[in-house]
């Protein structure tokens, strides 16, 4: 279709785009019909192909030639050994590209990858593992290895248990196995796997089942007490991506820690000269009496795992730095002496479970703190920690107040508070903008709330001294004088399950930061705040605006989250990651993906051609990825179109499946984003050739409107990396995942009181009846500049819409109706209580006038929202929505301002 000059004849220029990317993982059936399986234990077990996934393996010997290969089939997301498992450029090519590679010179196998029923995948090479039965004679296990042509390959390690066998790479080796195995011959035979395992660890230290804010499956703690599921650190998660460092430093600046606790081995304790700032030898950080408070905050952050005894640390492999301070009547300048000391000697992470009972600043503990948090590791700056205090009593109706220097003004200080074993915030943990996050600790006091008490188990001062037995002194019943707690297991007297407050709500976050250290020590302390604060789950049921409520912060820490690559992108100019996306504003808006009618490399949006794709000049799609995490992270990228309509579902129609009356969406291309570093972004390209809009004749004015959608898949599996699983509603689903964005944006160019516009579908694409509502509003950025109040807004409905309408009583506010036209009169107008049916498409007119002309210098744009909602019997469902753009002038004209779209 030729391109059109929008400007050469006095209308409104409008151009609808929606932009749309989906990731989902299609899965192909095999050619001829065959059943996919193998034979497991007991029984058969079903498998499927994957339409982007396939395995290779090379001869070993030509390896360096042969995986230069490799780019050009697709990426590589596993290796093992000379066996390569890749994600395909484009879906549904993997037959062809199987069939490539089984026709090169030195590839021993290709296969398509399989997937189980719960989408483990499962790679097929050559190797083939069998055991034959007993009763097998020598001529029939000759003659299987015979009739496949297969080579007997088995290891030292397999010899006595099994076999292995390697077939021909066009022998279909998981066929094979099961005719083997259909023999009667074997016990086993099945294709040796290639298949991903993870490690599922837990501690093994005797106490470690107390310690529910490591991992919380509502198990006994203290007390009768028991906690709620999963109301913990995620630290079992975190400790499959590492358990710490021995290169990274956390300084413990509290009243000293003890140096023969063997859940705090010497070898992982930095014991400086000058750490002392209390009294006693200035080299000398062992506490005094039952001082044992920073013994049991060291415990916290690194106890030693699986060594017999005692408790488990959040960084277990990292080192401890006692800085020993006094409490009390104390000098201000000695606590910034110790956190002088402490940056200055390298210290990675400072924690400090200790504070004044007021708000005040001190100007020289905050000009320590400063310095270390722009000083320390070299001039990249030391991660500094506090606990917020305990100086609410919420049960009493006091919210408290963070404490000082926890309120300090230094931007990167972490300061926390406490979340208890049900993921509500504790009793005593206090209210305030302040607070950045929380970690849970014990719940109440046993003078707050009766039948309370501490219960954070930790290390302790070796013996009789320190938390157990229990001093007593604590202000309320529990713990009693004299209480042991543990009273039995080795050396049960080093330990304590009577640690709480946020007290031990800091050293889990200070822990968590020696974890993330340990990955990427290059982090600066606003990486690690941004990663730790925007990880966190937002827990309680509390209020979070902007990502953060006055009781929780952002929320409690989630240590696996942190330790995660974060991949998103905005919905909105104004999202922030947070998920949900709890703006009001249109979601269908995203910024993060544009269209370029040449490869210019713009960044500003235009509307795409309809080019014969004989032509062989493509438009362009940019998808920017997000990454939000401290680690590297990868997905695949894959991008869709649809026809445009306010009624858009998932999966329907982006998948391809609807095609009445004309095709109504399809994939466009897939990619795999690449690497994308912490903290970065990349910007990946796709070519596309918009459909033709002399197919889409049947809907009038709108024909030329098409959409785009845009999803990062980061697994291969459902729920594809996805927070929230996806459903049929395509707005709650983007609105729940932030690696989910939409874009749907109508621009019209206007000559004064020349009335035009353009076509607008709705449609129901799930697969149920629905009532449906259509609102009509200025959104608030064009409160301004508003068509409402300055020109006039009108709708004209089909008249199988208008009919529809008017048998379901013709509802709606804000209206003027004559005949089929409705005049919008004013923001929030609306009509409604129609219902559609699966697959029911109707379309209306759109036109726009304005009163009086802006000046030139003005040259204003007039906002203009056309929503659909689905109505349920659990309220309002977003379906989608178009955004119009007004412009008093006409735009100037350009060679990209031609386009058919």
């Known amino acids: 279709m030729k391109p059109r000059d929008f400007f050469t004849r006095p209308f409104i220029h409008l151009i609808w785009m929606m932009l749309s990317l989906l990731a989902i993982t299609d899965c192909q059936k095999p050619t001829g019909g065959q059943e996919l399986y193998y034979h497991g234990t007991q029984e058969k077990i079903a498998l499927r192909e994957s339409s982007t996934h396939f395995v290779v393996k090379f001869d070993s010997t030509r390896l360096d030639e042969l995986k230069k290969m490799l780019p050009q089939w697709g990426e590589v997301e596993y290796e093992y050994e000379n066996a ?112 991903m395992t993870v490690k599922h660890y837990t501690p093994s230290d005797p106490y470690y089942a107390r310690q529910f804010y490591l991992h919380n499956i509502g198990q006994l703690i203290n007390d009768g007490h028991t906690g709620t599921t999963d109301a913990d650190i995620d630290a079992e998660e975190a400790w499959e991506v590492t358990r710490g460092s021995n290169t990274i430093r956390i300084a413990v600046l509290d009243e000293g820690v003890v140096s023969n606790n063997n ?239 946020t007290s031990a709500a800091c050293p889990e976050v200070a822990g968590l930061a020696a974890l993330m250290l340990s990955v990427t020590p290059s ?13 966190c789950d937002k827990v309680g049921g509390y209020t979070y605006t902007g990502g953060k409520s006055v009781e929780m912060g952002f929320g409690r820490i989630n240590a696996r989250n942190a330790l995660s690559a974060h991949l998103w992108a905005r919905d909105t100019p104004d999202d922030i990651g947070v998920e949900p996306n709890r703006s009001s504003g249109a979601i269908y808006l995203t ?97 596309w050739y918009p459909p033709d809009p002399a197919d889409y004749s049947m809907f009038g004015t709108d024909q030329q409107h098409f959409c785009l959608l845009a999803r990062f898949e980061r697994t291969a599996t459902p729920p594809y990396g996805m927070t929230s699983p996806e459903t049929g509603n395509l707005g709650q689903n983007v609105l729940k995942n932030n690696n989910i964005i939409w874009k749907n944006i109508t621009v019209v160019d206007e000559v004064v009181e020349m009335a035009a516009g353009g076509g607008i579908l709705i449609a129901n694409f799930t697969k149920t009846e629905e009532r449906t509502r259509i609102s009509f509003t200025v959104p608030e950025e064009s409160k301004e500049w508003n068509i409402l109040r300055q020109g006039q807004a009108i709708v004209k409905l089909s008249d199988e819409l208008l009919a529809k309408w008017k048998r379901a009583g013709g509802k709606g506010e804000g209206i003027e109706v004559e005949g089929n036209t409705i005049l919008i009169k004013r ?73 058919e779209h």
């Open 84 to 195: 390569y498992i890749l994600r395909t450029k484009e879906e549904g090519s993997v037959r062809e590209l199987v069939g490539r590679a089984r026709e090169m010179e030195g590839v021993l196998a290709a296969n398509p990858i399989y997937l189980t029923p719960d989408d483990q995948m499962m790679g097929v090479t050559d190797v083939i593992c069998l055991a034959f039965k007993e009763g097998a004679s020598a001529d029939s296990r000759k003659e299987i290895l015979d009739k496949y042509n297969a080579r007997d390959i088995t290891s030292p390690r397999a010899k006595s248990f099994y076999l292995q066998i390697s077939v021909p790479k066009n022998a279909q080796a998981l066929q094979v196995a099961n005719e083997i195995q259909e023999s009667g011959l074997t016990t086993f035979a099945h294709p040796d796997f290639l298949a």
């Open 263 to 501: 859940d705090l081995p010497l070898a992982r304790l930095d014991i400086l000269p000058g750490c002392n700032f209390a009294s006693g030898s200035p080299n000398d950080p062992s506490p005094v009496g039952d001082g044992a408070h920073g013994t049991a905050c060291s415990g916290i952050i690194a106890a030693e795992h699986d060594n017999g005894e005692g408790v488990s640390g959040v960084a277990p492999f990292c080192r401890i730095m006692p800085v020993r301070i006094p409490f009390g009547l104390v000098s201000s300048s000695v606590y910034a002496n110790a956190i002088n000391f402490a940056w200055s000697n390298n210290a990675d992470v400072l924690s400090n479970s200790w504070g004044y009972n007021s708000t005040a600043d001190i100007p020289v503990i905050t000009a320590a703190i400063n310095s270390a948090a722009t000083s320390g590791r070299g001039g990249i700056g030391a991660v500094v920690v506090f606990s917020a205090g305990n100086t609410a009593h919420h049960a009493g109706s006091n919210n408290g107040f963070v404490s000082y220097p926890g309120n300090v003004a230094v931007a990167t200080v972490l300061t926390v508070g406490a979340s208890d074993r049900n993921d509500q915030q504790a009793n005593y943990s206090p209210d305030g903008a302040a607070l950045d996050v929380v970690a849970p600790s014990h719940l109440a006091y046993s003078s707050q709330i009766a039948g309370e008490c501490f219960e954070v188990w930790s290390t302790d001062i070796t013996g009789a001294d320190g938390y157990n037995d229990s001093p007593g002194g604590f202000g309320g019943p529990c713990p009693a004088l004299g209480e042991m707690l543990p009273n039995a297991g080795v050396n049960f007297q080093d330990y304590t399950g009577r640690m709480g407050g």
């Open 523 to 535: 982090l600066t302390p606003a990486q690690v705040f941004d990663c730790i604060t925007q990880s």
């Open 591 to 687: 910024p993060d993906i544009w269209v370029r009618k040449t490869h210019d490399l713009g960044t500003v949006h235009e509307n795409p051609e309809y080019r014969d794709p004989l032509l062989g000049q493509p438009n362009y799609v940019y998808v920017r990825v997000r990454n939000a995490g401290c680690m590297d992270g990868a997905a695949t990228v894959k991008l869709y179109w649809a026809k445009a309509s306010t009624g858009l579902s998932w999966p329907a129609p982006w998948d391809g499946s609807v095609t009445t009356p004309a095709l109504m969406g399809g994939i466009i291309g897939t990619q795999p984003s690449g690497t994308v570093p912490g903290h970065s972004e990349v910007v990946l390209e796709f070519q």
């Open 827 to 899: 923001e929030g107008a609306w009509i409604g209580g129609f219902s559609l049916k699966p697959g029911e498409i109707h379309g209306f007119d759109i036109q726009f006038k304005l009163d009086q002309q802006p000046s030139r210098e003005q040259n204003p744009a007039f906002l203009f929202d056309i929503t659909q909602y689905a109505l349920t019997d659990n309220g309002e469902l977003l379906r989608g929505g178009e955004r119009y753009v007004i412009y008093g002038y006409a735009q100037p004209k350009s060679p990209q301002d031609k386009a």
